[in-house]
């Protein structure tokens, strides 16, 4: 008595089953993305200080920057560095990016934001009569307020050290 081959049959369950298997995952997969979109998103807003300042102008190239991978950027127009701040603070204000100076804010001060680091130094010159850039003692207490009121440069201490000969 002939007994029947059954591995065809196995072959056969057993392709089905990895079928099965693979389909289930890949609908596994395209459910995560479709419920939790962990993709970024697609839509941002940025505070770019007021109207024609540098950081608007460095707002309107990431813009367009931006747009190549079919990101939109909205730029919106705040008094200055410390408005952005502000808003970018507060979760109900739609601002998930901003370019502030450094020295605005702080770890302690704003725990949940975080930087991507710098994008530029800001140099600063500083011009005298008489001795008092001479000596760095002159410089211990010397505080710096440049630019309107609301503006970074304005409301940020500038604490430096200057390697003078």
Request: aromatic share 6%.
């Amino acid at each position: 008595m002939a007994v029947p081959n059954r591995e065809p049959r196995r072959q056969k369950s057993l392709v089905m089953v990895l079928t099965a298997v693979v389909a289930l995952t890949a609908l596994a997969i395209w459910l995560a993305f479709a419920i939790l979109r962990p993709t970024p998103p697609h839509s941002v807003a940025m505070a770019i200080g007021p109207e024609g300042s540098f950081n608007a102008e460095l707002g309107k190239r990431y813009r367009e920057f931006l747009a190549r991978d079919g990101i939109e950027l909205s730029l919106i127009a705040t008094a200055g560095a410390v408005e952005s701040v502000a808003r970018l603070q507060d979760p109900k204000s739609g601002i998930s990016i901003v370019i502030i100076p450094g020295g605005m804010t702080n770890r302690q001060d704003s725990p949940s934001l975080v930087s991507l680091g710098t994008l530029f130094y800001e140099p600063l010159w500083l011009f005298s009569r008489g001795d008092l850039l001479e000596k760095r003692k002159n410089l211990e207490d010397l505080r710096i307020a440049v630019g309107p009121e609301g503006s970074g440069a304005a409301s940020c201490p500038l604490n430096f050290l200057l390697a003078l000969e």
